[in-house]
Protein backbone atom coordinates (compact mmCIF):
# COMPACT_ATOMS: atom_id res chain seq x y z
CA UNK A 1 0.00 0.00 0.00
CA UNK A 2 1.46 3.69 -0.43
CA UNK A 3 1.21 5.65 2.51
CA UNK A 4 1.70 9.39 2.65
CA UNK A 5 4.34 10.77 4.44
CA UNK A 6 5.11 14.35 6.07
CA UNK A 7 8.31 15.53 6.68
CA UNK A 8 10.02 14.62 9.47
CA UNK A 9 9.00 11.37 12.23
CA UNK A 10 5.86 9.48 10.56
CA UNK A 11 4.77 6.43 12.94
CA UNK A 12 3.05 3.96 10.96
CA UNK A 13 1.39 0.95 12.73
CA UNK A 14 0.75 -2.44 10.64
CA UNK A 15 -2.26 -4.50 12.58
CA UNK A 16 -3.42 -7.59 11.21
CA UNK A 17 -6.75 -9.65 12.78
CA UNK A 18 -7.47 -12.97 12.41
CA UNK A 19 -11.31 -14.27 11.80
CA UNK A 20 -11.14 -15.49 16.19
CA UNK A 21 -10.84 -11.91 16.86
CA UNK A 22 -6.98 -12.04 17.51
CA UNK A 23 -4.72 -9.01 16.30
CA UNK A 24 -1.20 -8.24 16.26
CA UNK A 25 0.48 -5.07 15.30
CA UNK A 26 3.56 -4.06 13.88
CA UNK A 27 5.06 -0.42 13.98
CA UNK A 28 7.68 1.07 11.66
CA UNK A 29 8.71 4.84 11.92
CA UNK A 30 9.79 6.58 8.93
CA UNK A 31 12.14 10.02 9.08
CA UNK A 32 11.28 11.67 6.28
CA UNK A 33 14.37 14.51 5.30
CA UNK A 34 14.37 17.30 3.14
CA UNK A 35 17.43 18.30 1.77
CA UNK A 36 16.11 19.75 -2.03
CA UNK A 37 16.30 23.53 -1.81
CA UNK A 38 13.02 25.38 -3.58
CA UNK A 39 12.91 26.85 -6.64
CA UNK A 40 12.61 30.79 -6.70
CA UNK A 41 11.81 33.37 -9.83
CA UNK A 42 11.16 36.50 -10.53
CA UNK A 43 8.00 37.69 -13.01
CA UNK A 44 7.31 41.28 -12.79
CA UNK A 45 7.99 44.07 -12.61
CA UNK A 46 9.84 41.71 -14.95
CA UNK A 47 11.70 38.40 -15.42
CA UNK A 48 14.68 39.76 -17.17
CA UNK A 49 17.76 40.18 -14.74
CA UNK A 50 17.58 44.15 -15.33
CA UNK A 51 14.90 46.54 -14.79
CA UNK A 52 15.64 50.52 -15.33
CA UNK A 53 12.95 53.15 -13.70
CA UNK A 54 12.88 56.54 -12.52
CA UNK A 55 10.49 55.77 -9.54
CA UNK A 56 11.55 55.13 -5.86
CA UNK A 57 10.51 52.30 -5.22
CA UNK A 58 9.69 48.90 -7.24
CA UNK A 59 6.67 45.71 -6.73
CA UNK A 60 8.38 43.08 -7.01
CA UNK A 61 5.84 39.36 -7.77
CA UNK A 62 7.12 35.74 -8.80
CA UNK A 63 7.03 32.21 -7.86
CA UNK A 64 8.40 29.81 -5.25
CA UNK A 65 8.13 25.77 -5.20
CA UNK A 66 9.51 23.36 -3.10
CA UNK A 67 9.05 19.33 -2.62
CA UNK A 68 7.29 19.96 0.72
CA UNK A 69 6.26 23.65 0.96
CA UNK A 70 7.72 27.36 1.00
CA UNK A 71 7.77 28.86 4.38
CA UNK A 72 9.01 32.38 3.15
CA UNK A 73 9.88 34.27 0.56
CA UNK A 74 11.92 37.61 1.53
CA UNK A 75 13.42 40.53 -0.17
CA UNK A 76 16.92 42.32 0.60
CA UNK A 77 18.33 45.53 -1.42
CA UNK A 78 22.33 46.11 -1.42
CA UNK A 79 21.31 49.04 0.44
CA UNK A 80 20.30 47.17 4.14
CA UNK A 81 16.63 47.17 3.17
CA UNK A 82 15.09 44.25 3.60
CA UNK A 83 11.51 42.64 4.16
CA UNK A 84 9.03 40.22 3.63
CA UNK A 85 6.79 39.12 0.87
CA UNK A 86 3.10 37.51 1.06
CA UNK A 87 2.52 34.16 -0.04
CA UNK A 88 -0.23 32.65 -1.97
CA UNK A 89 -0.71 28.93 -2.93
CA UNK A 90 -1.54 28.31 -6.28
CA UNK A 91 -1.39 24.35 -5.19
CA UNK A 92 1.22 21.53 -5.46
CA UNK A 93 3.96 22.82 -4.06
CA UNK A 94 3.74 25.95 -5.44
CA UNK A 95 3.43 29.70 -4.08
CA UNK A 96 2.92 33.18 -5.88
CA UNK A 97 4.87 35.89 -3.48
CA UNK A 98 4.50 39.19 -3.94
CA UNK A 99 6.59 42.27 -1.96
CA UNK A 100 4.80 45.67 -2.51
CA UNK A 101 6.80 49.55 -2.30
CA UNK A 102 10.68 47.88 -2.04
CA UNK A 103 12.69 51.20 -1.65
CA UNK A 104 15.32 52.08 -4.04
CA UNK A 105 18.46 54.12 -3.95
CA UNK A 106 19.68 56.24 -6.91
CA UNK A 107 21.60 54.12 -8.88
CA UNK A 108 22.15 50.46 -8.96
CA UNK A 109 20.68 48.06 -6.68
CA UNK A 110 20.84 44.14 -6.33
CA UNK A 111 17.22 43.41 -5.48
CA UNK A 112 17.53 39.64 -3.90
CA UNK A 113 14.39 37.45 -3.33
CA UNK A 114 15.08 34.10 -0.99
CA UNK A 115 12.50 31.39 -0.77
CA UNK A 116 13.32 29.81 2.34
CA UNK A 117 11.43 25.71 3.07
CA UNK A 118 10.27 23.87 6.39
CA UNK A 119 13.72 22.42 6.42
CA UNK A 120 15.91 25.85 6.45
CA UNK A 121 17.08 24.99 2.40
CA UNK A 122 17.26 27.89 0.49
CA UNK A 123 16.97 29.33 -2.80
CA UNK A 124 17.47 33.04 -4.06
CA UNK A 125 16.78 34.92 -7.31
CA UNK A 126 18.17 38.17 -7.92
CA UNK A 127 17.02 41.55 -9.81
CA UNK A 128 18.93 44.43 -10.92
CA UNK A 129 17.00 47.51 -10.71
CA UNK A 130 18.67 50.84 -11.94
CA UNK A 131 16.83 53.87 -10.59
CA UNK A 132 18.21 56.87 -12.54
CA UNK A 133 17.30 60.70 -12.06
CA UNK A 134 16.08 61.58 -15.42
CA UNK A 135 14.49 65.23 -13.78
CA UNK A 136 16.44 68.68 -14.41
CA UNK A 137 16.60 70.44 -11.96
CA UNK A 138 15.02 74.13 -12.00
CA UNK A 139 17.31 77.23 -11.22
CA UNK A 140 16.50 81.31 -11.29
CA UNK A 141 18.52 84.17 -10.44
CA UNK A 142 16.75 86.51 -8.15
CA UNK A 143 19.77 89.04 -6.89
CA UNK A 144 20.18 91.46 -8.36
CA UNK A 145 16.49 91.10 -10.13
CA UNK A 146 14.23 88.26 -11.35
CA UNK A 147 14.49 90.38 -15.05
CA UNK A 148 16.54 89.12 -17.79
CA UNK A 149 18.48 92.52 -18.21
CA UNK A 150 20.22 94.54 -15.39
CA UNK A 151 21.92 98.01 -16.34
CA UNK A 152 25.02 98.64 -13.60
CA UNK A 153 27.89 100.90 -13.69
CA UNK A 154 29.70 98.74 -11.06
CA UNK A 155 32.68 96.33 -12.55
CA UNK A 156 31.40 93.23 -10.18
CA UNK A 157 27.97 92.31 -8.62
CA UNK A 158 26.73 89.53 -6.68
CA UNK A 159 24.73 86.71 -7.88
CA UNK A 160 21.64 84.81 -5.74
CA UNK A 161 18.66 82.80 -6.59
CA UNK A 162 17.32 79.29 -6.19
CA UNK A 163 18.01 76.23 -7.33
CA UNK A 164 15.63 73.13 -7.33
CA UNK A 165 15.84 69.37 -7.77
CA UNK A 166 13.37 66.47 -6.73
CA UNK A 167 16.53 64.32 -5.91
CA UNK A 168 19.09 67.41 -5.17
CA UNK A 169 20.88 69.71 -6.02
CA UNK A 170 24.53 69.28 -5.99
CA UNK A 171 25.72 71.81 -7.13
CA UNK A 172 25.44 75.36 -8.96
CA UNK A 173 27.94 77.35 -11.19
CA UNK A 174 28.01 80.47 -13.45
CA UNK A 175 29.99 81.63 -16.74
CA UNK A 176 29.73 84.53 -18.46
CA UNK A 177 30.24 85.51 -22.07
CA UNK A 178 33.31 87.55 -21.29
CA UNK A 179 35.25 84.54 -19.96
CA UNK A 180 34.50 84.34 -16.45
CA UNK A 181 33.59 81.59 -14.23
CA UNK A 182 32.91 79.81 -10.69
CA UNK A 183 30.82 78.06 -8.60
CA UNK A 184 27.82 79.87 -6.00
Keep these: AAVPLALGSNLSV ?16 V ?15 TSEPLWLTTTGTVNIAGTASDDFSVTQVAWS ?8 CSLTPAGAGVFNWSGAGVPLQLGTNLITVTARDASGNTAAAVLTVVYGDTT ?23 LGGSASDNVGVTQAAWTNDRGGFGTC
Design 31 to 45: IVSDTTAPTIAITSP
Design 136 to 158: APSISITVPTSDPFWNTTNRTFT
Design 77 to 84: NNFSDSGT
Design 14 to 29: VTARDGAGNSATSALT
